[in-house]
């Protein structure tokens, strides 16, 4: 049986260290210590790019950073502050239009809002294929990853042993990504 849930990182954590949850996924690596004992394993990496609807006319980058308002994650998030220290090291100073701490927020808001947001393309990879949003920029060296956070068991359920025996390139792919 598959139960997805959502919470707080450390929330999660609480509850797969006392084994009431089999896995963490998260955006973030964990280190594991002797009282936390965490076994963090990087599944995913995806490029992050600026996207928008598709008639919002050219996008020049990274020019237009400094003239268009943007749709970003919150500061607490890893991307934004890759992207911060990106645009800082070229002497950018980037508009903010809005700050969002959720994703799927964030994925309405491009759709809606008629700025550019910074998102992994996996999170609006649907509204790409669709053309609901068009890739204005792939921000360049910036990823987001994607980890598997789990405790030392006695047993591992087989639909965890077969998550964890993936590589990269195919836990993001989704089933019968091979016959594309």
């Known amino acids: 049986q598959l139960l997805l849930q959502s919470g ?7 509850r797969l260290q006392v ?3 089999d896995l963490v996924l998260a955006s973030q690596a964990v280190d594991g210590t002797g009282d936390a004992p965490w076994r ?3 599944i995913a990496r995806q490029p992050v790019s600026l996207v928008g609807p598709p008639g919002g006319g050219p996008f020049a980058f990274p020019d237009d950073l400094a003239s268009r308002p943007l749709l970003l994650p919150s500061r607490a998030h890893g991307i934004r502050a890759g992207f911060d ?5 070229r002497g950018l100073r980037p508009q903010v239009r809005a700050e969002v701490d959720d994703m799927a927020m964030l994925r309405l808001l491009a759709r809606d809002a008629g700025a550019p947001a910074l998102l992994p ?3 609006v990879q649907d509204e790409l294929r669709s053309g609901v949003l068009r890739e204005l920029a792939v921000v360049p060296g910036l990823h987001e990853q994607f980890f598997a956070i789990t405790v030392k068991r006695h047993f591992t359920p087989p639909l965890l042993k077969a998550l964890l ?3 990269e390139a195919e836990v993001l792919a989704g089933p019968g990504a091979g016959a594309r």
Request: charged letters at 20%; proline letters at 0%.
């Open 8 to 14: 707080s990182l450390d929330e999660l954590l609480g």
């Open 19 to 21: 084994h009431t949850l």
């Open 40 to 42: 963090c394993r990087r």
């Open 85 to 89: 220290l990106w645009c800082e090291q």
């Open 121 to 123: 393309t996996v999170v």
């Open 165 to 167: 025996a993936q590589g």
